[in-house]
């Protein structure tokens, strides 16, 4: 039995694994689900019905009164189907995907240094003896050509982070598209299990025809 100490560190690990916490979070997964609905079986939807129902009826064959077979008939059809609505929506996402230009995943960038970003105007001690000097038009360029560097530096930091938020973007993308694969693989799973179920009860069924 697990420990008092094992317990609580299950229970505080579980409140970080509920999924979505923001309110962004959670639109976007309500929109994830509602674009490909993978997440239940097509055997769920009234919609596929007629398609499962024809499906199961050439799949059963001429053993299609026997309950069993019927059965085991319409899983496999089910199963295909959502093979099918997996691939579908995966090759849909794929199509979706290579027309943005971050299609491929590249690396992040890194955040400009904080140094460029600041600009310190002279004191009036300075500007006085520049005055005085006659070096007041030079100190009007570095000045200008200060202020100038901090606005490339504070573009090419927006740049960054648009670039950045894209990278993120793209790498969100890749991880919908594998679980639009885990989709496929648990269907082609119930349906491979589907199918050993329909030779086992076509097998009962021949066996019977002998007797």
């Known amino acids: 039995m697990p420990s008092s100490r094992k317990l609580a560190t299950n229970r505080a690990n579980a409140q970080h694994s509920t999924g979505p916490k923001s309110r962004e979070g959670k639109a976007r997964s309500r929109v994830n689900a509602l674009k490909h609905g993978l997440a239940v079986s097509a055997s769920t939807i009234p919609a596929l019905a007629p398609e499962i129902m024809h499906l199961a009826q050439l799949i059963a064959g001429e053993n299609e009164r026997d309950p069993v077979v019927w059965e085991a008939a319409r899983q496999v059809a089910s199963a295909a189907i959502d093979v099918v609505r997996a691939r579908r929506a995966r090759t849909e996402r794929l199509g979706q995907m290579s027309q943005g230009a971050y299609f491929l995943p590249v690396p992040s960038l890194e955040p400009m240094p904080t140094q460029f970003l600041s600009y310190k105007s002279s004191s ?26 901090v606005f490339k530096a504070y573009e090419e930091t927006q740049r960054i982070i648009q670039h950045n938020a894209q990278v993120r973007r793209s790498l969100s993308e890749w991880d919908q ?35």
């Open 177 to 211: 598209l594998e679980r639009l694969d885990r989709y496929e693989r648990r269907a082609l799973s119930r349906r491979d299990k589907a199918i050993r179920r329909l030779d086992e009860a076509r097998a009962v069924v021949r066996s019977k025809t002998h007797l």
């Open 124 to 149: 009036l001690d300075t500007r006085i003896r520049a005055v005085l000097d006659g070096t007041i038009d030079e100190l009007h360029r570095r000045e200008s050509a200060q202020i100038n560097r």
